[in-house]
């Protein structure tokens, strides 16, 4: 097995950027030491800092000619054995062990199997772990490396530099080492490539390299997809994508006011909580089957219901029973950076914390199912179920048409220059479908334009023959 040197500057940007999904620090030699060989053996491999402390301050660690065995003693009793290589830094007092990914996985030490999960290594029984690494195959797709593209072309430095400021890691030059320590690519024959994960964070356009991992946000008018009222497909980055998608629910959700004797400033209240929706969001967006190139993340919004949906059931190697208590990542790399940046407090939790968020809010609880697809409906507290006699398409369509008709006319009321850019955005439609309507109140005399298409006004008619009847 070859392994890069570590240099100084990259020993720098280990120490400030901290564990994660293929680092692990330790102060010294003890006897968790074999979980965490077996447990980057079993994911995609990762280096262990010895003589580095939690807080990612070098302590220093004899590596005397015993220590070098005991760590070759530990890797060689695993089963099957770990391949290790050792490398010294004598300046600094570290020994760094390389461990590659295994090639007869899965292994095992005396503690049982460990998967390496986010910035810990997770315990797993001999079924899940098997059964998760036939399903997900060696390589996963937020590992796989883009050999088809040049990284120094497509890299966005303006989402590495936000990303960087949000994870609170200072900008450095050497680029190539610090995405690798992110994850967000490797070397392959000395050349530096970006992984999949490293095209959905910092690369300019990432749905042109990867066509299906945009979101798909939609606003329905009533309780089924027969009538959309607005659409968005949001096609940044993986980061611009949850916060378009929160943007799009609170756009369209209803808000309450509430002024509160602490403060005379009034506070903004979603009818479902914030925190709830983020989460959802996230969940969709992290654990996704990105291997399912056939379906998108759905952020869908109707009268009675939020549906948030994600491609891929439950991971395999994650029991129904355990759902909820334990995490098993699809997709490591991206789950690794979304916690480094503090859009995953911890591994795991983010089901726990939409119970949460709910319960205290009196909300409905959530409603999930899991199949081919994962999915998360929030039935929306404002919605109220009224008996009225069942209503013919062609009946439910008309009232649908009178009622944006009225609408229109109640915004030109307030103010007969309004345009229908405005319009569009006031009533919650397309410009497209404001001016279908339009024209068919002009047809039907009910609507006339006065003046020109710029600086002209709206006149209705039909409330000017209303006028004028009455005072006949």
């Not at 609170?250 to 009034?266: A, D, G, N």
């Not at 006699?389 to 008709?405: A, G, H, L, S």
Request: charged residues 30%; proline residues 4%.
């Amino acid at each position: 097995m070859r392994y890069r040197k570590t240099t100084e500057e990259e020993l720098a940007l280990v120490l400030e950027e901290g564990e994660g999904y293929s680092l692990e620090f330790k102060q010294n030699v003890n006897s968790d030491l074999p979980k965490e060989l077996v447990a980057f053996a079993n994911a995609s491999g990762g280096r262990i800092f010895i003589g580095v402390n939690d807080h990612n301050k070098i302590v220093g660690c004899a590596f005397t000619n015993k220590i070098i065995s005991q760590i070759q003693t530990m890797a060689a009793a695993c089963d099957p054995p770990v391949a290790i290589e050792i490398e010294k830094l004598p300046q600094h007092k570290i020994t760094v062990i390389h461990i590659p990914e295994g090639s007869n996985r899965p292994h095992r030490c005396n503690k049982g199997f460990y998967l390496r999960n986010g910035a810990n290594s997770q315990k797993m029984s001999t079924l899940d772990i098997t059964a998760f690494i036939q399903a997900e195959g060696r390589v996963r797709f937020d590992q796989q490396l883009r050999l088809d593209l040049n990284w120094t072309q497509i890299l966005d430095e303006t989402r590495l530099n936000h990303f960087l400021q949000l994870a609170k890691i200072s900008q450095k030059t050497d680029t190539e080492n610090l995405l690798v320590n992110l994850g967000a690519g490797d070397f392959k024959d000395g050349q530096f490539y970006f992984n999949q994960t490293g095209v959905l964070f910092f690369s300019k356009e990432p749905s042109l390299r990867l066509f299906h991992v945009n979101v798909i946000c939609a606003l329905f008018k009533g309780t089924t997809k027969a009538y959309i009222l607005d659409r968005k497909e949001l096609t940044g980055n993986l980061l611009e994508n949850i916060e378009d998608a929160l943007l799009f629910l609170k756009k369209h959700l209803q808000l309450r006011w509430e002024i509160t004797s602490k403060s005379t400033r009034r506070k903004e209240i979603l009818e479902l909580p914030e925190v709830a929706l983020r989460e959802a969001v996230v969940n969709a967006v992290c654990h996704r089957d990105y291997l399912e190139q056939g379906a998108q993340v759905m952020v869908e919004i109707f009268d009675d219901r939020v549906e948030i949906y994600n491609p891929g059931g439950l991971p395999k190697g994650l029991p129904e029973k355990d759902f909820g208590r334990r995490s098993v990542c699809r997709n490591p790399n991206i789950a690794s950076l979304l916690l480094r940046c503090d859009y995953i407090e911890k591994m795991g939790s983010g089901i726990e914390r939409i119970h949460v968020a709910l319960e205290k809010e009196n909300c409905p609880k959530v409603n999930i199912e899991y199949n081919t697809m994962f999915s998360l409906v929030f039935l929306r507290p404002t919605y109220i179920i009224t008996r009225e006699p069942v209503k013919t398409r062609e009946e439910t369509r008309e009232e649908t048409r009178e009622d944006t008709r009225e609408k229109i006319l109640s915004q030109i009321r307030m103010n007969p220059k309004i345009t229908m850019a405005r319009l569009a955005e006031q009533i919650g439609l397309t410009q497209k479908g404001i001016e279908w309507q339009i024209a068919q109140m002009k047809k039907q005399g009910l609507l006339k334009r006065l003046g020109p298409r710029k600086g002209g006004l709206w006149k209705i008619l039909k409330e000017e023959t209303n006028k004028n009847s009455k005072k006949q």
